[in-house]
């Protein structure tokens, strides 16, 4: 064991010791970066899903509030009501247009059972002037 006249620990079993753990002290701190590199990457996934989540709970909240707004309500039932009203009117119509062909088939039998009707078809009604009855044939 050779000592340095200044206090020194040249070629000393100290100075070996605390060369060995400045290396492995250097090693631990290598080892240790990529694990600090893995956990910053695992914690911004992290952060980053959960990021998600949170805009989509607010995307999926803000359709709700649309979709249950008044207004919202409001024009719903106001396009219903359109559509109510145009099926309505297009069974009305189809109804009328049924009840014409019906009215337009009566008028037609009674025109041709009508005294108008018999004349019309060239046939005569003799009615005797005295009595003004009817004479049949």
């Known amino acids: 064991m050779s000592g340095r006249s200044d206090g020194g620990f040249e070629g000393t079993s100290q ?13 631990n701190v290598g080892s ?10 695992r914690l ?3 952060v980053t899903h959960e990021l998600t989540i949170c805009n989509n709970r607010i995307k999926n909240a803000i ?19 359109l559509n109510s009203e145009k099926r309505l009117n ?5 109804q009328l ?15 041709a059972l009508s005294p108008l009707g018999v004349l019309g078809r060239g046939y005569s009604i003799n009615i ?10």
Do not use: G
């Open 15 to 27: 100075e070996s010791h605390y060369q060995s753990s400045f290396y492995s002290t250097d090693q």
């Open 32 to 41: 240790v970066f990529p694990r600090v590199d893995d956990m910053s990457d």
């Open 97 to 111: 247009a049924l009840f014409r062909q019906l009215l337009e088939a009566r008028m037609s039998n009674l025109n």
């Open 90 to 94: 297009d069974s009305v119509e189809h």
């Open 44 to 46: 911004h996934r992290h």
């Open 128 to 137: 005797p002037l005295p009595e003004k009855n009817i004479v049949r044939m």
């Open 63 to 81: 359709t709700r509030l649309q979709v249950s707004s008044p207004s919202t309500k409001l024009t719903i039932w106001q396009d219903k009501l």
